[in-house]
Nanobody
Framework: QVQLVESGGGLVQAGGSLRLSCAAS????????????MGWYRQAPGKQRELVAA???????EYGDFEKGRFTISRDNDKNTISLQMNSLKLEDTAVYYC????????????WGQGTQVTVSS
């Protein structure tokens, strides 16, 4: 089984910052999927899930244009973790953020975490 566990969500005021982390584990991931891409998606209530950022094992990255450079994704292959640094947060960034892994680029979606809530207040 592949397990993805997100952490770091919470409440932050507009203009503030949060750093999300995702830890990947499991024999399947270690043996077969460690070279796959990983990424972050988000979904607000009543809205479609959208890709926030993705990163390949080699460090190639993709970002949604709406992020405007505010978010940075990083990856530690040895630790099987990815992070999302979110700066200058806006009210519309409020959503559940999901970690994902898979073979598709730039939208890996074979395995999913349970999500972590990010709430941006005014």
């Amino acid at each position: 089984q592949v397990q993805l566990v997100e952490s770091g969500g919470g409440l932050v005021q507009a203009g503030g910052s949060l750093r999300l982390s995702c830890a990947a584990s499991g024999r399947t991931f270690r043996d077969y999927f460690s070279m796959f891409g990983m990424g972050w998606y988000r979904q607000a209530p009543g809205k479609q899930r959208e890709l926030v950022a993705a990163i390949s094992k080699s460090g190639m990255t993709e970002y949604g244009d709406f992020e405007k450079g505010r978010f940075t994704i990083s990856r530690d292959n040895d630790k099987n973790t990815i992070s999302l640094q979110m700066n200058s947060l806006k009210l519309e960034d409020t959503a559940v953020y999901y970690c994902a892994a898979g073979s598709s680029w730039p939208a890996p979606s074979d395995y999913w975490g349970q999500g972590t809530q990010v709430t941006v207040s005014s």
